[in-house]
């Protein structure tokens, strides 16, 4: 094996990190601290999960500072809402240009901090136009949302889909990060949590490709539409 899988970032010991999983919608959900401050941050919370994400926060007695979305979501409705009905101090956030109504707006560039830890925000359009993904350095992660996903990508053939945006955003975005940066998605159908750049770089069959040939397998995906995408969009406010 080369070096490059080998060496991933350890997690500094004041960072604490939770993946955890919606099975109706195949969604992760992220839980990250500062075990020091005891400050944390959820990320793309999903509405029928809230309850166990209340419980994991409080069991392990955390602040919830912010209820981030990587993006508007058509296949669930977010949890950010009650999140913050239940857990005062918690602000809900997302992208400035995602056309959801939240406490937070944020775009390319910004800084999210909790306790010392920090996240930086990307912009990475494609899948929807406000689709962001956020990047902590220190750490050597990122999560993806649905512009990128383990050995695959967010559908481009509704919202504001565009292939030809998608891949220059995964391009310039996230595979320009060091190839031993854990990926963490927003989905995944086949059971995989995890990913790297160097793995992506190298296996993802979608995106190894040229962007005309990337262009013509979205538009040939015939994926039929999630389940809830009616209710999900309509679910505008955080
Ligand atoms: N079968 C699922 C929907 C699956 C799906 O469309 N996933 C989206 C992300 S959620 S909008 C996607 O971009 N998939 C890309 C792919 O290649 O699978 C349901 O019924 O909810």
């Known amino acids: 094996m080369s070096k490059m899988y080998r060496e991933e970032v350890p997690f500094t010991k004041d960072f604490l990190f939770r993946q955890m999983f919606d099975l109706d919608s195949s969604t992760y959900t992220y839980l990250l601290a500062d075990t020091s401050t005891r400050d944390c941050v959820i990320i793309d919370p999903v509405l029928e999960n809230v309850k166990r994400d209340i419980q994991i926060i409080n069991d392990i007695s955390l602040n919830l500072k912010y209820a981030m979305n990587t993006h508007m979501h058509a296949d669930h409705i977010t949890g950010s809402g009650l999140l913050k009905k239940n857990l005062p101090g918690c602000k809900s956030l997302i992208s400035k240009s995602s056309g959801a109504k939240a406490d937070v707006y944020v775009e390319a560039g910004d800084m999210i901090e909790f306790g010392r830890h920090r996240l930086e925000v990307r912009?990475?359009?494609?899948?929807?136009?406000?689709?962001?993904?956020?990047?902590?350095?220190?750490?050597?992660?990122?999560?993806?949302?649905?512009?990128?996903?383990?050995?695959?990508?967010?559908?481009?053939?509704?919202?504001?889909?565009?292939?030809?945006?998608?891949?220059?955003?995964?391009?310039?975005?996230?595979?320009?990060?060091?190839?031993?940066?854990?990926?963490?998605?927003?989905?995944?159908?086949?059971?995989?949590?995890?990913?790297?750049?160097?793995?992506?770089?190298?296996?993802?069959?979608?995106?190894?490709r040229s962007k005309e040939e990337f262009i013509h397998i979205m538009d040939n995906l015939n994926l039929s539409y999630p389940k809830k995408i009616g209710k999900s969009i309509l679910c505008l406010s955080f």
Request: contains cysteine; aromatic residues 10%.
């Open 123 to 208: 912009s990475t359009p494609g899948h929807t136009n406000g689709c962001v993904t956020y990047v902590c350095q220190e750490q050597g992660i990122a999560f993806t949302g649905d512009a990128l996903l383990i050995r695959g990508c967010g559908r481009t053939d509704f919202q504001e889909g565009d292939a030809a945006t998608l891949y220059d955003s995964v391009h310039t975005q996230i595979l320009s990060l060091p190839d031993n940066f854990k990926l963490y998605p927003a989905h995944d159908y086949k059971g995989l949590t995890v990913t790297t750049v160097g793995e992506e770089k190298k296996y993802n069959p979608r995106l190894t």
